[in-house]
């Protein structure tokens, strides 16, 4: 195969290099294009276009494949810990029993958030949307920990890196907390790294905190399922946050709030209202698989479709064993679940959702075993952004350590062409 390609326009060729990903994924670079032409590339929604080269993660969405680092999202499901996906993922390489310790013990010393947070956590009304909150309280953590990172630093990237991972866990209990009006606490630095989380979260005021091994392996799991998916909107987001130089924490507010929407992350938390709905409803599916295929209805199944996945999402396969496995270890029998696996059933035999590959995402199933686990729909998106954690800041260092460029997208103008400016009184 050639490695330039050729673009012509009135009659003028432009030779763009081919470039070629390790599992054969072709790229034209159109870098030099504008410089060399005058003339952009438009393509709104970035849906064929790469912002970047990068080591993390690979997916085929024709395929229903997610690789963390070269490894398969079912094997490191299975047998990997959140913990070590982490360092998998930041890092590059799964870590031995001596770095995992160290990595470990490091975000252990500086998992104590300024007591001070504490007031800003007060300032917020009980019923505000937690992922506000936490976006809020993410953003201030710059505050109190003002020292900027060194990117030319390992050691300095390292720092702040375990300072995240220490303290975000305890902004996610105490957000959680701070909804069910407990005080703010933390868990036990004995604990693994989940189990403390759950125990920060979960722990009553008056009685002791008792961990279920079952509750601790499906939030791991979850968490795993959620650390990275390339260039999604957070993941961008982040990423082009941070390539103005913005700070790690300040980075990660951004990509919080791009998670929040309910095309993104948010979209577990609309998975259980819409299941909630139509159980109100008296559980007819097929007027909500009606009202999906219907173009002048906004109503949308939530859980269903994906940008990349146009095949299974390989995460919902896994969710969806899980999510039977947990309700009958912790003897739930929820009939949303029902109501899911019937959607779900007669999607992927109606044509609207064939024709479209439209399939279950990871967020068709997750929500039902939060509900399980007894975390509050409005928490469900937060629980993704603790997942997603990882992936965020391993995309940052990334972005920061190959020293990418400032993000600035160009765009094609359509307003008015120039006009003379009217005084108010002739408008
Ligand atoms: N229900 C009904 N129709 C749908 C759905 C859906 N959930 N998703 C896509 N379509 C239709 C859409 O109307 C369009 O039809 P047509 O070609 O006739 O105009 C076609 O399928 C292609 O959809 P699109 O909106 O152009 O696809 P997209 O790649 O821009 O959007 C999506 C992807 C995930 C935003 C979209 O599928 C969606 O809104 N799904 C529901 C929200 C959701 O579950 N989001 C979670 C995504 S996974 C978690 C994460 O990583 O964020």
Redesign the pocket.
């Known amino acids: 195969m050639s490695n330039t390609a050729t673009i012509e326009i009135n009659g003028k060729k432009y030779e763009m290099p081919i470039l070629t990903g390790t599992e054969n994924e072709i790229a034209i670079d159109i870098s030099s294009f504008r410089s060399q032409s005058g003339v952009i590339t438009l393509d709104q929604?970035y849906?064929n276009t790469g912002s970047c080269e990068s080591e993390i993660t690979f997916l085929d969405g024709e395929k229903g494949i997610l690789r963390y680092r070269g490894y398969s999202i079912e094997e490191l499901a299975e047998k990997a810990s959140f913990l070590e996906v982490c360092y998998l993922l930041i890092f590059g390489e799964l870590p031995n029993k001596v770095q995992l310790e160290k990595f470990h013990n490091d975000i252990r010393e500086q998992s104590i958030v300024a007591d001070d947070m504490k007031k800003i956590l007060d300032g917020f009304p009980q019923s505000a949307h937690p992922m506000g909150v936490l976006s809020s309280l993410t953003s201030a953590l710059v505050a109190f920990n003002p020292s900027s990172v060194q990117v030319s630093s390992e050691e300095a990237m390292y720092k702040a890196i375990v300072k995240i991972l220490g303290k975000f866990p305890v902004l996610v209990a105490w957000t959680h907390r701070k909804r069910l009006g407990y005080p703010y606490e933390y868990g036990d630095e004995d604990l693994g790294y989940v189990e403390n989380i759950a125990k920060m979260m979960f722990k009553k005021p008056n009685k002791e905190y008792k961990s279920n091994p079952v509750v601790i392996d499906a939030l791991d799991k979850l968490l795993i399922l959620h650390a990275d998916?390339e260039q999604?909107?957070?993941t961008s987001t982040v990423r082009i946050v941070g390539s103005s130089h913005a700070g790690l924490f300040a980075s990660l507010a951004a990509g919080i709030s791009a998670?929040w929407g309910?095309?993104?992350?948010g979209?577990?938390q609309?998975?259980i209202e819409m299941l909630e709905a139509i159980k109100e409803d008296g559980g007819d599916t097929k007027k909500y698989m009606g009202k999906?295929?219907d173009?002048d209805d906004p109503f949308?199944?939530?859980?269903?479709?994906?940008?990349v996945y146009k095949n299974f999402?390989p995460r919902a396969k896994i969710i969806k064993k899980s999510a039977d496995e947990v309700l009958s270890s912790l003897g739930i029998v929820d009939p949303i679940l029902d109501i899911a696996k019937g959607l779900e059933k007669e999607a992927l035999e109606d044509p609207?959702?064939v024709d479209?590959k439209?399939y279950p995402?990871?967020?068709?199933y997750s929500g039902i075993i939060y509900r399980a686990l007894n975390i509050p729909t409005e928490m469900f998106t937060v629980m993704f952004a603790l997942g997603r954690l990882p992936g965020w800041i391993a995309q940052w260092r990334e972005m920061r350590l190959k020293k990418e460029p400032i993000g600035r997208p160009r765009q094609l103008y359509q307003g008015y062409t120039h006009r003379p400016f009217k005084s108010v009184d002739d408008r």
């Open positions: 929604g849906k998916h999604n909107c957070s998670l309910p095309l993104h992350g979209a577990n609309a998975v999906a295929k173009k949308r199944l939530m859980g269903f479709g994906h940008r999402d609207y959702f479209r439209l995402n990871v967020d068709f």
